[in-house]
């Protein structure tokens, strides 16, 4: 299976300030048709999952644009440019290119 | 207005069967693939199970064999059949509209199994 490895696994952040979450896949998500599935969740506490991002820099509909994928290979980052009071919570990497599709561990953003 | 609502969770002894059902609404289930996914209490996620447009099927090693998931088109509902159900079964199961490949992507509430004597 691809493993899929987060770091940091917390993420402590002042609001306003950016965060990063970097994301290493243990082999390349390129698939054989030229994409990249390498996708991103933020599951608020509380909440189910909601996804971000999708094919490593696509921005899902009605997600703000503080929030951005980047990447290529197996190394991955996402970045929230000012973080904000909602940002809090949970944010997983997944890949789609190899089943089984495997998430990260998860990164606990936190407002400091 | 797309919208997925899980049911069927409950407490379970080991070696037991249940069946979830998610019922959608704002679209068909049979237009795009569909997937379960898990999380155990305090756990990451877990891709448990797909199934695509033409029926083919994919299952976690965790679940091979003992899981089946399927659709009703006629209930525009996504179903996990499991069977012989383990402690290690115990989590929060969702179900997912895409998310993978493409853009649109949904989640219901969830639904909390508990596998326990």
């Known amino acids: 299976d691809v493993v899929m490895t987060q770091s940091p696994l917390s993420l402590p952040v002042t609001l306003g300030q950016p965060a990063s979450i970097s994301c290493r896949s243990s082999?390349?998500?390129?698939?054989?048709?030229?994409?990249?599935?390498l996708n991103w969740f933020q599951q608020r506490p509380g909440q189910s999952p909601r996804r971000l991002i999708y094919?490593?820099?696509n921005r899902d509909s009605g997600v703000p644009d503080r929030f951005s994928g980047s990447g290529s290979g197996t190394d991955f980052t996402l970045k929230i440019s000012r973080v904000e009071a909602e940002d809090v919570g949970v944010y997983y990497c997944?890949?789609?290119?190899?089943?089984?599709?495997?998430f990260g561990q998860g990164t606990h953003l936190e407002t400091k | 207005e797309v919208q997925l609502v899980e049911t069927g969770g409950a407490l379970i002894q080991p070696g037991g069967s249940l069946r979830l059902s998610c019922a959608a609404s704002?679209?068909?289930?049979?237009?795009?693939?569909m997937s379960w996914v898990r999380q155990a209490p305090g756990k990451g996620l877990e891709w448990v199970s797909i199934?695509?447009?033409?029926?083919?099927?994919n299952y976690a090693d965790s679940v091979k064999g003992r899981f089946t998931i399927s659709r009703d088109n006629s209930e525009n509902t996504l179903y996990l059949q499991m069977d012989s159900l383990r402690a290690e079964d115990t989590a929060v199961y969702y179900c997912?509209?895409?998310?993978?490949?493409?853009?649109?992507?949904?989640w219901g509430q969830g639904t909390l199994v508990t596998v326990s004597s």
């Open positions: 997912a509209r895409g998310g993978i490949y493409d853009s649109g992507s949904a």
């Open positions: 704002g679209f068909t289930v049979s237009s795009t693939y």
């Open positions: 199934i695509f447009t033409g029926g083919a099927t």
């Open positions: 082999q390349s998500l390129v698939y054989s048709d030229g994409n990249t599935y």
């Open positions: 094919r490593v820099s």
């Open positions: 997944m890949q789609g290119t190899h089943w089984p599709y495997t």
